[in-house]
Every structure is written in structure tokens, then in C-alpha cells.
């Protein structure tokens, strides 16, 4: 079996998602959890808490960044926007200057990553984005409920666009929260992805599960995001 603790890598969610009796599988240098008992689909489809941490993420800086990687074949979205290639990577464009990228390929970020670093000096540089921020994923009707108790911000699906991007402070720990709907036959669900500090993933996450929890939800595994159709990864899967 699987524990979070035998591998190179750690969440901060790790020891609370281990605490509630998940179940891991291995994801290159780190644990993922498969299963966390007591939370069903109907309760994700309320409020669900994922923690999708171990999964790759990268990002870029620099006046030239956008120039760089739209060289690389990859796009250009407006600032606060995002867009998704046909191979499953996301490009979450956070300034004029600043790219966020996630994707279930580490060896497609890593590739751009060196291939960055060989290049002639340019006005565009790498940012390793998984050692300094968390990645949670989050989907139910009630997470506009859940953000207005810890964020400011109006995040409502019907203010907040289905390729939207709000940069804001959740539950006091600045957050970068993307929007994006798990698609299912019988229509959209929302579903967002949380980037924020690392030094406070552990109080985020036990904060988020909390407020999950009192809404019906509770945190959850890649089974239930499979199930949701809630994976953020189109071709392929996490797992």
C-alpha cells in the first residue's frame, strides 16, 4: 500500500487525507489519494474537496513570456483567462507577464522547462509553481456559498465566467482560483481548481474541508472526480 510518507514528495493535505483513512497510489515522486472514505458523488456534487498537489505545475515570468511560449506552439489567452490544448495542458495567463501551467504530463512540462533554461537569454524565465503553491480541486453547486463565506470576491457561476480567472485572498491565504465546469451528459457542474502558498496548504485545506463538510460535502478522491467527470485532464487521466 501506498502511504504519502514513503515517497520523495508530500502534501500539506497529505496527513489530514491519511487522518480520514484514504487510500494513495503513486504519482512519480509522490502519493495521490485514489479513495477517502464517507464522501459519495452525491456529496461532491454538493461541495467535494480534492487535492490534486502532487500533479504537475509550472509557470512562467517575464515581459516575453507569452512571446516564448506562443513560439512553442502554445496560446496566448487573455489576462485572467485560461485555455486548454488539445493534448490536455492547461495555459492560465495571471498577468501580462505570467503564465500558470498544469497538466497530468510532467515530462511536457519539464521539457518546455529545459528547453527555457537552453535558450539565449530571454525576458522570460521559469517559476517551479509546485513547490510553492498547493493545488486543490473543488466542484458542487454549493461551492458559490463556500467561497462567499471565506472570500470577498463575488465568484458566483453566473458572475464569474466559465474561463475565468480570480486572483483574491481565500480564507486569508492569497489564492488563484480557476473556474472550471466538470462537463457530464446531464450538463455542467462547477468546478474549480485552488492554487495558494504552500507554507498554508494545511490550514487551507482543513479550512476548506470544514466548510465542505457543513455544506454537505467533505473531501474526496480521483475515484469521485472520475465519477463527477470532474478530471481536469482531457485526453487522459490523472491516474
Known sequence: MTRPGD???RSPAAPALEAAGASFIARDDAAIAETVPGTTTDQAER??????????????KGAGTFDWLTAQGLPAPETNRWTRTEDG???????????LL???????????????????PTLC?????????????????????????????DLRP??????????????????????DDAVRKGGSLPAFHLFADFASGKYLWETLARAANDLGGGPMGLDI???????????????
Open 125 to 153: 524565465y521559469p517559476v517551479p509553481r509546485r513547490d510553492s503553491h498547493v493545488w486543490y480541486r473543488l466542484t458542487g453547486r454549493e461551492m458559490p456559498e463556500l467561497f462567499a463565506r471565506l472570500c470577498a470576491v
Open 7 to 9: 515517497l520523495i514528495w
Open 102 to 120: 498544469f497538466t497530468n504530463d510532467g515530462a511536457r512540462l519539464a521539457e518546455l522547462t529545459e528547453r527555457q533554461r537552453a535558450e539565449e
Open 47 to 60: 461541495a467535494g474537496l480534492a487535492d490534486l498537489s502532487p500533479l504537475p505545475r509550472t509557470g512562467f
Open 158 to 179: 453566473e458572475t464569474f465566467p466559465a474561463d475565468g480567472i480570480a486572483q483574491t485572498s481565500m480564507a486569508l491565504v492569497s489564492a488563484v482560483v480557476v473556474r
Open 225 to 239: 472526480l472520475r465519477a463527477l467527470a470532474a478530471s481536469p485532464f482531457e485526453p487522459g487521466d490523472p491516474a
Open 89 to 99: 495542458l492547461t495555459v492560465a495567463r495571471l498577468g501580462p507577464g505570467e503564465a
